[in-house]
């Protein structure tokens, strides 16, 4: 009989890439990690690993194996979903990773709700960039993530996950007041000549933002590079940049940034993401159910 345990580490080797990094995901040492596959080995009488170069590659033998140990943690998944709604009351742990602007908009709010109603569900939150923590999900190191897509983008697809769209928010020019600004701007064309900041290269809404420069017929200046929003919005209403803000970094504050609509006034999305094999936990459903009220009531 294969030991599920060393599949879950094959089923990680196939993931991470390296022993190294199963170590650290598993909380093992490398050592004990080599050890136990070679032991999966003997009981799966085949070869499962092979050197290339530096690296370890699966074997086709293991590829099959690491397909049926995902399906075993699946339906081992899906049990302790079920064992947990046969409780008198809604408990366990979730572990989500956000974005900034929701960390900010959504979960103070969630959070709060899931400690009065439901004191007994510890929600463990960390702040990951979308297309990481979507991919992160997948892997069984978060139970949930509150991810983004911006018109155009579509964010990507991983079997076995399932989303729950949240709300959407505008997503506008943001300029400094007119005592701080550099040149006078009334439209996006008129920001050509300015500094820009945006997120990193790669994140959704750096090719949204660059696209949306593009088809108005310039390429935008970008001096300033930060995924602190929040050091974004200081830069713009200092006068020292321009930027594309969602409506939802606004929540809770005011700025003195001007804000003008974008044309065809584009729509962000957000929406949550989880395992279908989750799904029917009480503790992912309530903090889902947290979360849509939280979005209702920054939407109202």
Same mark, same amino acid.
């Given at each position: 009989?294969l030991?599920?345990?060393?599949?879950?580490?094959?089923?990680?080797?196939?993931?991470?890439?390296?022993?190294?990094?199963? %170590?650290?995901?598993?909380?093992?040492?490398?050592s004990a990690?080599s050890q136990?596959l070679?032991?999966?080995?003997?009981?799966?009488?085949?070869q499962?690993?092979?050197?290339?170069?530096?690296r370890?590659?699966?074997?086709?033998?293991a =590829?099959?194996?690491?397909?049926? #140990?995902?399906?075993v943690?699946?339906?081992?998944?899906?049990?302790?979903?079920?064992?947990?709604?046969?409780?008198?009351?809604?408990?366990?742990r979730?572990?989500v990773?956000?974005?900034?602007?929701a960390?900010?908009?959504?979960m103070?709010?969630?959070l709060?709700?899931?400690?009065?109603?439901?004191p007994?569900?510890r929600?463990?939150?960390?702040?990951? =960039?979308?297309?990481?923590?979507?991919?992160e999900?997948?892997?069984?190191?978060?139970?949930?993530?509150?991810?983004?897509?911006y018109? %155009?983008h579509?964010a990507?697809?991983?079997s076995?996950? $399932?989303?729950?769209?949240?709300?959407?928010?505008?997503v506008?020019?943001a300029l400094?007041?007119?005592?701080?600004?550099?040149?006078p701007?009334s439209?996006?064309?008129?920001?050509?000549?300015?500094?820009?900041?945006? =997120?990193?290269?790669?994140?959704?809404?750096?090719?949204? #933002? =660059?696209?949306?420069?593009?088809?108005?017929?310039?390429e935008?200046?970008?001096?300033?590079?930060?995924a602190?929003l929040?050091?974004?919005?200081?830069?713009?209403?200092?006068?020292?940049?321009?930027?594309?803000?969602?409506?939802? $970094?606004?929540?809770?504050?005011?700025?003195?940034?001007?804000?003008?609509?974008?044309?065809?006034r584009?729509?962000?999305?957000i929406f949550?993401?989880?395992?279908?094999?989750?799904?029917?936990?009480p %503790?992912?459903?309530?903090?889902?159910i947290?979360?849509?009220?939280?979005?209702?009531? $920054?939407a109202?």
């Amino acid at each position: 009989m294969l030991d599920v345990r060393r599949l879950t580490l094959l089923r990680e080797l196939s993931i991470r890439g390296t022993i190294a990094a199963v %170590a650290e995901a598993m909380n093992f040492t490398p050592s004990a990690v080599s050890q136990q596959l070679a032991v999966l080995e003997r009981e799966a009488g085949t070869q499962l690993l092979r050197r290339a170069g530096r690296r370890l590659q699966l074997t086709p033998q293991a =590829e099959v194996l690491v397909a049926a #140990a995902g399906h075993v943690l699946d339906v081992l998944e899906q049990a302790q979903a079920t064992v947990e709604s046969t409780l008198p009351t809604v408990q366990g742990r979730v572990r989500v990773a956000v974005f900034q602007s929701a960390a900010l908009a959504l979960m103070p709010s969630a959070l709060h709700a899931m400690a009065t109603e439901h004191p007994d569900v510890r929600v463990e939150m960390v702040q990951r =960039e979308p297309e990481t923590a979507l991919h992160e999900t997948w892997a069984r190191d978060f139970d949930m993530v509150i991810a983004e897509q911006y018109p %155009a983008h579509a964010a990507p697809h991983l079997s076995g996950l $399932v989303r729950s769209d949240l709300t959407t928010d505008a997503v506008r020019l943001a300029l400094p007041p007119v005592e701080t600004a550099l040149l006078p701007v009334s439209s996006l064309e008129d920001a050509e000549a300015l500094p820009w900041v945006m =997120e990193p290269r790669g994140t959704a809404s750096r090719h949204f #933002a =660059e696209q949306t420069c593009r088809r108005s017929g310039f390429e935008p200046d970008v001096r300033y590079e930060t995924a602190d929003l929040q050091t974004q919005i200081r830069l713009i209403e200092s006068g020292n940049a321009v930027g594309l803000m969602p409506d939802l $970094v606004w929540t809770g504050r005011t700025t003195t940034c001007r804000l003008l609509d974008l044309p065809e006034r584009p729509r962000r999305t957000i929406f949550t993401v989880g395992r279908s094999a989750a799904a029917s936990s009480p %503790a992912v459903r309530a903090l889902r159910i947290a979360l849509e009220q939280a979005a209702a009531s $920054v939407a109202a």
